[in-house]
């Protein structure tokens, strides 16, 4: 019976080599879907606790009489029961994002992430406290004796206990997500991953900051990434002092006109299609607001300077993307001195005048 029981075993991790070999080719012919790229990194890795967990359970089965000391038998049947259980639930999470994904839904990643992260934690104090049970401690009587030297553990754990509550105070609030950009008093960059009591936060000259959530937590942020439709434009246009009111007045409507007709500048017209759906299903707040839409759009004389009439030009590109706007930005900026070019306007700048008398004798008396 034992023979046939490890010839079985033999042949299962045979067959498991095998045909994870062969599935990893399939898989990578079809690596362009995140699904089944998916599936065979979890199954692959659910399988490794999977399969260890049969060859020891089968190696104590086969050599019972020669070790008789079960201590090492438990120990490594919780530890591979516990790293299945991870692996299983990581691969449940995986999932559930992919297909979100796949629908191009809204993803919490960051909300997965903190449901893995207290899962190990939670792995490891029932792994601990198996341990301790198994090798005969009273586990009633330490959390009974632990009084003060709680309460001391407590204190001293303080900031480290703020910051596990403030992460989840981020992640309830929905402050930010993985892969926003952020900006604070001190810190600008990407998220890259909300930790347990950490955020790391990958800055524009590609360094890592990482921050204590009780930080991120406890004073502004500003969030970049939660603006659907709009980035700002906005630039004084500086014209040489003219008494040509009527042309100014063309050329100030001429501008307007440029930017409404723009194709990649916010108007009404052109994102209407885009908030019809969110404004049938949401009716109790501003749409501009919660999704962060911005279409105001202003041409307009806006001050006397002491060389120039400035024109204020404020608009918002439909883009949000940075390189994106940059290309808007450039167009409107080109076609804007197209029109003062094709005008009797004449563009300022600073200039400095100086006057010599040529008169003689001046200071003689």
Known sequence: M??????????????????TKNLKYFFFKKRKNIFLRLLYSRVYKIG???????????????FDDRFP???????????????????????????????????????????????????????????????LSHLGVNITAIITSLG?????????????????FDSIRLVSEDAFHVGDWIETKDFEGFVTEIGLTATQIRTFDNGLIVIPNSKLANEWVKNWSRRMIGRRIKFWLKIKYTTDT???????NEIRVMLQKHPFIVTDDKIKSRLRKKMQKNA?????????VRKTLLVYVDKFDEYSIDILIYAFSITVDWEEWLRVKQ???????????????ELAYPTNVIFYDERKNLWKN
């Open 2 to 19: 034992k023979l046939y029981i490890a010839i079985g075993v033999v042949v299962l991790n045979l067959l498991y080599l095998f045909f």
């Open 48 to 62: 490794i606790p999977f399969l260890l967990l049969i060859d020891v359970n089968t190696f104590f089965y086969l």
């Open 69 to 131: 000391n079960s201590n090492v038998k438990f120990f490594l049947n919780l530890f591979l029961i516990s790293w299945l259980f991870y692996e299983v639930l990581k691969y449940i999470i995986y999932t559930a994002i992919t297909i979100k994904v796949s629908k191009k839904e809204n993803v919490r990643r960051e909300l997965f992430s903190l449901v893995i992260n207290l899962t190990k934690v939670l792995i490891v104090i029932v792994i601990f406290v198996a341990v």
């Open 148 to 164: 003060i030297g709680g309460v001391i553990i407590g204190l001293a754990a303080k900031e480290t206990i703020g910051n596990f």
């Open 246 to 252: 009527d042309e100014l007045r063309r050329v100030v």
């Open 284 to 292: 109790l707040f501003s749409i501009e607001d919660k999704y962060g």
């Open 331 to 345: 167009d409107v900026m080109l076609k804007v001195l197209d029109i003062i070019k094709n005008s009797k306007l």
